[in-house]
């Protein structure tokens, strides 16, 4: 067995797919904006889920579309075997890490059932896209890669242990309230396959209140799930057609129920396993809606011990400044005074915003939502 066959997988290798992802995003959405038109639209759903999160839940399917269209993505930047197969370890580690030997498994046969071809414009073609394989078809020679690699690994070492039950609780609740924070939705079948009929999400699902959304983001009904049924306010059922969009609600979404919403939690005495109801909604100023500078933060002090905390947060943080996309299209930068430095001594000194500027568009272009939670993380830094 080569030392390369029989590594524990990288602890940091989620780290990295999301890295690989996001170098990818233009080939996912181009692929996966194909797949829909095709009618391919739960498996597009799924791989949507996979990219948001690679740590779950999702499904193998999902896994498997994500790594082939990064695969075909990819092509064109590795250069020889070694560089093939780091490629695919990391995907392989963060399944191992994530879900198991199991769903590894799985994953590497979904990848055999599906293949994304080049563009063919004699066909109306004029990107690449995605389809299921045929029985009778030869083997996708980029999908035998996974499968000796897959085949390679799992015979090298025993399955781990899997993370204790409380430690996957608290992971689950960071990634729900993520969910909410950056307006994750799932369609009203994956959220009932993935959440509700999940034994260990479903206690946390039944604790939060949830909405469902039309196509434009337009609050439909709010809800809360008892007994693996969503139910309304006044404790009547709901039936959720399957490809409506089901989401955290966030007080914003509320509205005029909000104090209901709370009057209701607080009757039945059902802690929130983070704070939804009772989290502070904060609000752009007129003149900050209609400009891309958001001087309410300028020369405010930080507290650099926080700083890196934003990076679970989805922010970046460099020497001179921290940024945060939204979109492919806006990018928020948050200029710092004087910098951080580095070293294996260094202890952050406090910095000061000098500007907090947004590319590619007006603060109001913004979601509520997402202007909320990026004044409210700010301020927070700021405390």
Same mark, same amino acid.
């Given at each position: 067995?080569?030392? *390369?066959?029989?590594?524990? &997988?990288?602890?940091?290798?989620?780290?990295?797919?999301?890295?690989?992802?996001?170098?990818?995003?233009?080939?996912?959405?181009? @692929?996966?904006?194909? &797949?829909?038109? =095709?009618?391919?639209?739960?498996? &597009?759903?799924?791989?949507?889920?996979? /990219?948001?999160?690679?740590?779950?839940?999702?499904?193998?399917?999902?896994?498997? @579309?994500?790594?082939?269209?990064?695969?075909?993505?990819?092509?064109?930047?590795?250069?020889?075997?070694?560089?093939?197969?780091?490629? !695919? %370890?990391?995907?392989?580690?963060?399944?191992?890490? $994530?879900?198991?030997?199991?769903?590894?498994?799985?994953?590497?046969?979904?990848?055999?059932?599906?293949? !994304?071809? $080049?563009?063919?414009?004699?066909?109306?073609?004029?990107?690449?896209?995605?389809?299921?394989?045929?029985?009778?078809?030869?083997? %996708?020679?980029?999908?035998? #890669?996974?499968?000796?690699? /897959?085949?390679? +690994?799992?015979?090298?070492?025993?399955?781990?242990?899997?993370?204790?039950?409380?430690? !996957?609780?608290?992971?689950?609740?960071?990634?729900?309230?993520?969910?909410? #924070?950056?307006? +994750?939705?799932?369609?009203? #079948?994956?959220?009932?396959?993935?959440?509700? =009929?999940?034994?260990?999400?479903?206690?946390?699902?039944?604790?939060?209140?949830?909405?469902?959304? %039309?196509?434009?983001?337009?609050?439909?009904?709010?809800?809360?799930?008892?007994?693996?049924?969503?139910?309304?306010?006044?404790?009547?059922?709901?039936?959720?057609?399957?490809?409506?969009?089901?989401? @955290?609600?966030?007080?914003?979404?509320?509205?005029?129920?909000?104090? *209901?919403?709370?009057?209701?939690?607080?009757?039945?005495?059902?802690?929130?396993?983070?704070?939804?109801?009772? +989290?502070?909604?904060?609000?752009?100023?007129?003149? $900050?809606?209609?400009?891309? !500078?958001?001087?309410?933060?300028?020369?405010?002090?930080?507290? *650099?011990?926080?700083?890196?905390?934003?990076?679970?947060?989805?922010?970046?943080?460099?020497?001179?400044?921290?940024?945060?996309?939204?979109?492919?299209?806006?990018?928020?930068?948050?200029?710092?005074?004087?910098?951080?430095?580095?070293?294996?001594?260094?202890?952050? $000194?406090?910095? +000061?915003?000098?500007?907090?500027?947004?590319?590619?568009?007006?603060?109001?272009?913004?979601?509520?939502?997402?202007?909320?939670?990026?004044?409210?993380?700010?301020?927070?830094?700021?405390?």
């Amino acid at each position: 067995m080569t030392a *390369a066959g029989a590594h524990w &997988a990288d602890p940091n290798a989620t780290a990295a797919v999301r890295k690989l992802l996001r170098r990818h995003r233009a080939a996912m959405d181009t @692929v996966l904006t194909a &797949a829909r038109q =095709d009618g391919l639209i739960e498996l &597009a759903d799924a791989t949507t889920e996979y /990219v948001t999160s690679p740590e779950g839940p999702g499904t193998p399917e999902g896994a498997a @579309v994500a790594f082939a269209i990064a695969q075909y993505a990819a092509t064109a930047h590795r250069t020889g075997p070694e560089r093939e197969r780091e490629f !695919v %370890d990391r995907f392989i580690d963060s399944w191992l890490i $994530e879900h198991g030997h199991a769903f590894v498994s799985e994953v590497a046969q979904a990848r055999n059932a599906i293949r !994304v071809e $080049e563009p063919d414009p004699r066909a109306g073609r004029m990107t690449p896209w995605l389809r299921h394989t045929t029985p009778d078809e030869a083997a %996708d020679p980029t999908a035998e #890669v996974l499968t000796r690699r /897959v085949e390679a +690994r799992l015979t090298a070492r025993p399955e781990p242990p899997r993370p204790a039950p409380k430690s !996957v609780t608290t992971d689950q609740i960071r990634r729900l309230e993520a969910a909410m #924070v950056d307006g +994750r939705r799932w369609r009203a #079948v994956a959220h009932r396959r993935l959440i509700v =009929d999940d034994p260990a999400l479903v206690e946390l699902a039944r604790r939060l209140v949830w909405a469902s959304f %039309d196509g434009h983001g337009t609050v439909l009904e709010t809800f809360r799930i008892d007994d693996r049924t969503p139910r309304d306010l006044a404790g009547a059922s709901l039936e959720l057609p399957p490809d409506r969009l089901i989401g @955290v609600a966030h007080p914003i979404h509320l509205g005029a129920t909000l104090a *209901a919403w709370r009057n209701m939690f607080a009757d039945s005495r059902s802690s929130q396993p983070f704070e939804q109801l009772n +989290r502070r909604v904060h609000h752009l100023t007129p003149a $900050e809606s209609e400009s891309n !500078v958001l001087s309410r933060f300028t020369d405010r002090q930080l507290r *650099a011990d926080r700083l890196f905390g934003l990076q679970e947060l989805g922010w970046e943080v460099t020497r001179e400044a921290l940024y945060r996309r939204f979109g492919p299209t806006r990018e928020l930068t948050v200029t710092l005074a004087p910098g951080l430095e580095g070293g294996y001594s260094y202890e952050p $000194e406090p910095q +000061r915003i000098r500007s907090v500027e947004l590319r590619g568009g007006v603060f109001g272009a913004l979601d509520p939502v997402t202007a909320s939670e990026l004044i409210g993380q700010l301020t927070r830094l700021a405390a």
